[in-house]
């Protein structure tokens, strides 16, 4: 009985160290993803500086100047 017992706090302490990699992982992967996200918002925002005619629907366009 008393080696079942410590088996099982054994196993109980492996899934422990396994839970808190797992949650140690998904926080890294969260906060690469904030990143990512606040990356790809200043690249648009850049984008939408530097070529506005890209982002603009075919009537919000403006005609060219020979017309």
């Known amino acids: 009985m008393k080696e079942r017992i410590t088996e099982l706090e054994l196993r109980f302490m492996q899934q422990e160290h ?12 969260e906060r ?9 918002s200043l690249i648009r925002e850049q984008l ?8 603009r629907s075919a009537e919000e ?5 020979h017309y």
């Open 18 to 29: 396994t839970i808190q990699e797992l949650n140690d992982t998904v926080y890294r992967q």
């Open 48 to 55: 939408r500086l530097l070529a506005p005619s890209i982002n």
């Open 32 to 40: 690469a993803i904030d990143r990512l996200e606040r990356e790809q």
């Open 61 to 65: 366009e403006e005609p060219p100047p």
